[in-house]
């Protein structure tokens, strides 16, 4: 299952527009798509998140910005996100759920150790990669195929992300195919 990755920077340096993507993935019935702008202020996100599900009617997912929560259907963290609201992860996520009720929460993984942590918390899905390198993050570790291997530790559905492709195909125990810059190519 394609989960797009809607991610502000990228678009814009493609000189491709929010409502464009956003109307790209309804038409191509995507049920799950994340927003993420690490740069942009709570207004910018805000609009951009209405605009976004003015032409988008699946499940949206913002990135970081709990402030905005009440605008989307769930909410993604890193590692150095989640941690910001206490370093033992499931106060963090208790928190967390304590701010978005029963929305979607997903976690950012990148190692067998986060994995098995991420395995006892109330998360909805984990986030693992990068399963290749992108444009978008210089500083990741690729896993390669070595992901695959490492998602089947995970008791929450995954979501592989970095680099796949609209083409890729991986095993059952990989959920979600997190599609990003392969999804605005025409």
Excluded: C, W
């Excluded at 992860?89 to 994995?115: F, M, Y």
């Amino acid at each position: 299952m394609i989960y797009a990755l809607i991610d502000k920077e990228s678009l814009t340096l493609r000189g491709l527009s929010l409502e464009k993507i956003s109307k790209k993935i309804q038409d191509q019935t995507i049920p799950i798509a994340q927003y993420r702008n690490k740069v942009g202020s709570l207004e910018e996100k805000r609009e951009d998140l209405l605009l976004i599900r003015s032409f988008y009617h699946g499940t949206l997912i913002v990135n970081d910005a709990i402030e905005l929560i009440e605008y989307a259907d769930g909410l993604h963290v890193g590692q150095e996100d989640i941690r910001a609201y206490h370093n033992d992860l499931a106060i963090a996520v208790g928190v967390i759920r304590e701010k978005i009720s029963d929305k979607l929460l997903g976690l950012s993984t990148h190692n067998k150790e986060e994995i098995l942590e991420a395995n006892n918390l109330d998360l909805d899905y984990i986030g693992l990669g990068a399963y290749r390198g992108t444009s978008t993050k210089s500083d990741v570790k690729v896993l390669g195929d070595k992901a695959i291997v490492l998602g089947a530790f995970s008791i929450h559905p995954v979501g592989l992300i970095g680099g796949v492709k609209v083409s890729d195909t991986f095993p059952e125990h990989i959920r979600y195919r997190v599609i990003g810059s392969d999804l605005y190519e025409d």
